[in-house]
């Protein structure tokens, strides 16, 4: 099933997510949706904060950026509970990023090169991996989310003057979209 997307601003992409346990009610529902919603949206990534679920569960699959890089082919991978240790040795490299919760938004990230990741798959195995180069960012990206923070949180100052008026536009829902979104309830008026 397509779930709307929610969007900055709304409290879900800022509160806590718990870790799931094995008889987590409707872990495969959950998963097979962000699958859907992310193809749908064209997005690499998504977390499951963002279709309002505050659990620990991320999909990604980049294969779609293999032309570009060969390394990413067939690249896909669903996450639970995982947990990213940078490599404070590796270096910092900046990159663009954007992400399907701030939508039009596009901002170089600095993020460590490499990073190892420990995680379980959808099956329930655990996994433990060095990863490098464009995954690892991607996967920094979405473990972000379950730690209630966006691409956004780690730009300078200065760029995030720039981008004040659209992020607060989207704050007050006044954005377009492709796909289904929800945005922050609106203040009630007193
Ligand atoms: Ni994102």
Redesign the pocket.
Known sequence: MILPIYIYGHPVLRAANAEVTPDYPGLHDLINNLKETMYNSEGI?I?AP?VGVNTKVVYIDVDVLAEDMPELKDCRLTLINPVVTVDETAPIVSREEG????PGIHENVRRHEKIHLHWTDENWQEHDQDIEGYLARVVQ??CD?LDQK??IDHISPIRKQLIRSKLNNMVKGNIRCDYRIKVAPRNRKR
């Open positions: 990534g977390a963002q992400c399907l919760s701030v990206h979405e989310h966006l691409f």
